[in-house]
């Protein structure tokens, strides 16, 4: 579980005094114990849910840090990348746009879409197939330019 070696690394980065690397880590913490804490979830969390949480935090910092360079405040953008940084090392490694390509080409034919009028099903299992391994938006693009 994620969760285990997130107050290992904590340690260590305290111990390190390692600011960077602190502040990812207590806000993987932080939202994991949120989410486990929260109203209706579940005893248990499976490590996928852990995987959903941690690509929400990359997408909010990714999202921060283009408002912020944008602003031309490139101090906090570096401070959002660092967290990027930190937080990208506990997801597993992202596919690149070939290899996903090749892959929501394989999940069109298995599942006999034909049209753009089927992007809704390819995408629940190319979602479900690539969940934490690819980000949502490329996966989006690309099954929209493969039916079109």
């Known amino acids: 579980m994620i969760s285990t070696t997130i107050d290992q690394e904590i340690k260590k980065a305290m111990l390190a005094k390692d600011q960077a690397q602190l502040r990812g880590l207590r806000a993987i913490k ?3 114990l949120l989410a ?3 109203k209706g979830s579940s005893e ?9 949480i941690l690509q929400r935090l990359v997408k909010q910092r990714r999202e921060s840090a283009d408002i912020y360079k944008q602003q031309g ?6 401070i959002e990348d660092e967290e990027i940084e930190v937080i990208s090392r506990f997801m ?3 596919l690149g746009r070939e290899e996903l390509e090749g892959l929501i080409a394989n999940l069109i034919k298995t599942s006999g879409a034909t049209s753009a ?7 629940g299992l190319a979602n479900k197939e690539l969940a934490g391994k ?3 938006k ?5 099954v929209k330019s493969q039916l079109a």
């Open 92 to 94: 597993p490694a992202q």
């Open 117 to 123: 009028k089927d992007m809704g099903k390819v995408m």
């Open 36 to 38: 486990r804490t929260e």
């Open 73 to 78: 405040r490139e101090d906090l953008s570096v």
């Open 134 to 136: 690819a980000d949502g």
């Open 138 to 142: 490329l996966i989006a693009e690309i």
């Open 30 to 32: 932080a939202a994991l």
């Open 44 to 52: 248990e969390m499976t490590e996928e849910t852990e995987l959903k």
